[in-house]
C-alpha cells in the first residue's frame, strides 16, 4: 500500500519474477512503488539477477459508453528493468528551495506587483538565495555598521523568543491579566505577565550585546541604564496589544534605536538616561515592529527605505520578503473604533462620512478594517495604504507613535497627530501621549484639511 491508498499486490517468485495487479488511474505510481520497494529490501538479489516485471496495465480498447466508464485490462510485461540504467534509476527530484546557498547581498533594481501594491526590490535577479537581516545590515548590503548588525542580532533572538512565547500553549496564562485595571504610574497601563516576560527577554538581550547604553519601555516608569559605552538608546514597547492574546489575534514588538548622545555623558546616570531616551523621532537612525500573527514578521528601517523579513522556521532567520516597501498614494481603508463616533470632534467625523459615502478627494467608498491591535492595523495600511488612527490622546510619542512614523515616511506615507508630524514633536515626558493618524500621504493631507480631528473628550471607556 502505498502513501496514496494505492493497493498493489506483489508476490515474489523464482528468479525475481514481479506480479502485481495495477489500478485503472494510477499504474504509473505503483510500478514506481514496486521498484522502489524491491530497491529497498532485495539490493543484493537484484545484482545478481534482472527481475522481469509483470504488470495488469488498464487499456482502453473503446471509446467507453456514454453513462459507463470501460477499462479492460491486458497483460504487459517490461524487460529489462529501469532499476540498471543510471539515467532513469534513482529518479531525479528538483531542489528543495529552502535547502539555498548563502549569498550576500548585491543590490540590482528590480520591481514586483505584489496586490494591489509594487515592491522595487534590490535583489539580485540571477541569485536563488534568501537575503537575511544580517547580510541586508552588513557590507554586502546597505552597510550600517557592525555595532548595528550586532544589535540587530540579538534583537532578532529576543523576537524569536518572544514569538515562541506568544504561541506557546504552556504560557497562555500569562496573556492573563492580573488585578483591576486601570494606568499604574507616570501614565502607564497596567502591566500583564507576558508585557513583563517580554521586556525581561528584550533587557537580557540588549544586555548581551554589549551595545546599548540604556533602555526605554513602556512597562519601566524611568529607562534602564545598562552600560556606559554602548553607542545607542533603544526604546521599546515589549508587547503591545497583549491584551488580545487569548483570543489569538495577531499583536506586536515596536522599537526605536538612536545614537547615545555623547554631550551627556558628565551628567548622573538618571538625567543622561531620561535625556538620551526624550530625543525627537527626526534623530532615529533605525525603527522597526515585529507581528506576530500566521507569520513572524519583521519590519525595519535604517534610513534608506522600508523593508520586511518573515521568519523562517525551517532555518530560523528572518529572511527578506519585502523589500523596499512603497505605500500607496491612497488606499481605500480606514482604521478605528468607530463606535465611538459620537465622542468624536465634528471634523473627524464629517471626514469619516465622507470617505465612506465616496464624496471625498477620491470618488470610492472606503471600507472600515479594525483590530485593535495597533501593530496588526498599521501592518495592513502599510500593505494596502489607506488610514490608521487614533484619535484620542492614547498612543505613546516615544515607544509607538515615533518609531511607527519613521517607518511609515520611510515607506512614502505620512504620521501625523492630527495637527503636526509626528517626527517633528519634541517629547517632554516618557509617557508622553497623543493622537495617532498614519497612513498613505494623500489621505493624512485630506484628513488634516478638515481641521478638528483631535478627540479631546475621553469618556473613560477602556480599550
Same mark, same amino acid.
Given at each position: 500500500? &502505498?502513501?496514496?491508498?494505492?493497493? +498493489?499486490?506483489v508476490q515474489?517468485?523464482e528468479?525475481?519474477?514481479l506480479t502485481c495487479h495495477?489500478p485503472?488511474?494510477q ?5 514506481k512503488?514496486?521498484?522502489?520497494y524491491f530497491?529497498?529490501?532485495h539490493t543484493?538479489?537484484?545484482?545478481k539477477t ?7 496495465l488498464p487499456?482502453?480498447?473503446?471509446k467507453?459508453?456514454?453513462h459507463?466508464m470501460?477499462?479492460?485490462t491486458?497483460?504487459a510485461t517490461?524487460?529489462?528493468?529501469p532499476l540498471h540504467?543510471p ?19 548585491h543590490p540590482? !533594481?528590480m520591481t !514586483? /506587483? ?10 539580485d ?5 534568501f537575503?537575511?537581516v ?15 548588525v550586532v544589535l ?10 518572544i514569538?515562541?512565547l ?6 497562555? %496564562?500569562?496573556?492573563?491579566s492580573?488585578?483591576d485595571g ?11 505577565p507576558?508585557?513583563?516576560v ?6 537580557s538581550?540588549l544586555?548581551n /550585546? =554589549?551595545?546599548v547604553a @540604556? ?5 519601566d516608569d ?7 559605552d554602548?553607542?545607542f538608546?533603544?526604546v ?5 496589544g497583549?491584551r488580545n492574546i487569548?483570543?489569538?489575534i ?6 526605536g534605536i538612536?545614537n547615545r548622545?555623547?554631550?551627556?555623558d ?7 538616561g ?5 530625543q525627537?523621532g /527626526? ?7 515585529v507581528l506576530?500573527? %500566521? +507569520?513572524t ?10 523593508h520586511?523579513?518573515t521568519l523562517?522556521h525551517s532555518?530560523? &532567520? ?5 523589500p ?7 488606499? #481605500?481603508?480606514y482604521?478605528v ?7 468624536w470632534p465634528?471634523?473627524?467625523?464629517r471626514?469619516?462620512d465622507?470617505?465612506r #459615502?465616496?464624496k471625498?478627494e ?6 472600515a478594517?479594525y483590530?485593535c491591535?495597533?501593530?496588526a492595523?498599521f ?6 495604504g489607506?488610514? +490608521?488612527?487614533n484619535p ?6 516615544v515607544?509607538?507613535a515615533?518609531?511607527?512614523s519613521f517607518l511609515?515616511?520611510q515607506a512614502g =506615507?505620512?504620521?501625523s497627530?492630527g ?6 514633536i #519634541?517629547?517632554?515626558?516618557l509617557?508622553?501621549?497623543?493622537p ?6 494623500d489621505?493624512?493631507d485630506?484628513?488634516e484639511s478638515? =481641521? ?10 477602556? @480599550?
Open positions: 500500500m &502505498d502513501d496514496d491508498g494505492v493497493l +498493489a499486490n515474489r517468485q528468479g525475481l519474477i495495477v485503472p488511474k499504474p504509473y505510481r505503483c510500478v512503488f514496486i521498484l522502489v530497491t529497498r529490501h543484493n538479489s537484484l545484482k534482472k527481475p522481469l516485471i509483470k504488470c495488469k487499456l482502453v480498447t473503446s467507453p459508453h456514454k459507463r470501460q477499462s479492460p491486458a497483460t517490461s524487460i529489462p528493468s540504467n539515467n532513469l534509476f534513482p529518479p531525479k527530484f528538483p531542489p528543495n528551495p529552502l535547502l539555498f546557498r548563502r549569498k550576500f547581498f540590482q !533594481t !514586483t /506587483s505584489v496586490g494591489r501594491f509594487k515592491i522595487n526590490s534590490k535583489a535577479n540571477n541569485s536563488d538565495a537575503v537575511t544580517t547580510e541586508f545590515a552588513g557590507k554586502g548590503g546597505v552597510d550600517v555598521g557592525d555595532d548595528l540587530y542580532s540579538h534583537l532578532e533572538y529576543a523576537f524569536k523568543r514569538a515562541a506568544v504561541a506557546s500553549p504552556v504560557n497562555s %496564562s500569562l496573556g492573563k492580573s488585578g486601570g494606568d499604574v504610574g507616570s501614565g502607564r497601563d497596567k502591566p500583564k507576558l508585557d513583563i517580554s521586556n525581561e527577554i528584550l533587557l538581550c544586555r /550585546s =554589549g551595545k @540604556v533602555m526605554a519601555s513602556e512597562e524611568a529607562p534602564v541604564w545598562i552600560t556606559d554602548g553607542p538608546v533603544v521599546t514597547d515589549p508587547l503591545d497583549s487569548d483570543a489569538s495577531p499583536i506586536g514588538t515596536i522599537f538612536y548622545l555623547i554631550e551627556l558628565s551628567l548622573p546616570v538618571e538625567e543622561k531620561m535625556l538620551n531616551s526624550l525627537s /527626526s534623530r532615529l537612525i533605525a525603527a522597526g515592529y506576530y500573527s %500566521s +507569520a514578521i519583521l519590519c525595519t528601517s535604517f534610513g534608506s527605505g522600508a520586511a523579513f523562517d532555518t530560523g &532567520d528572518f529572511v527578506l520578503t519585502h523596499n516597501i512603497k505605500i500607496p498614494p491612497r488606499g #481605500q481603508i482604521s473604533n468607530d463606535a465611538r463616533y459620537f465622542d465634528e471634523g473627524l467625523r471626514y469619516i465622507t470617505i #459615502q465616496g471625498g477620491f470618488p470610492k467608498k472606503y471600507s478594517r483590530i491591535s495597533l501593530v492595523d501592518h495592513r495600511t502599510l500593505m494596502y489607506g488610514v +490608521a488612527m484620542r490622546h492614547h498612543l505613546r510619542l515607544y509607538e515615533n518609531p511607527l511609515t515616511e =506615507g505620512k504620521g497627530d495637527k503636526h508630524r509626528i517626527l517633528s #519634541q517629547p517632554i515626558k509617557h508622553q501621549r497623543l495617532l493618524f498614519l497612513g498613505s500621504p489621505d493624512i485630506e484628513l478638515y =481641521g478638528d480631528v483631535q478627540q479631546t473628550v475621553n469618556p473613560g471607556y477602556d @480599550v
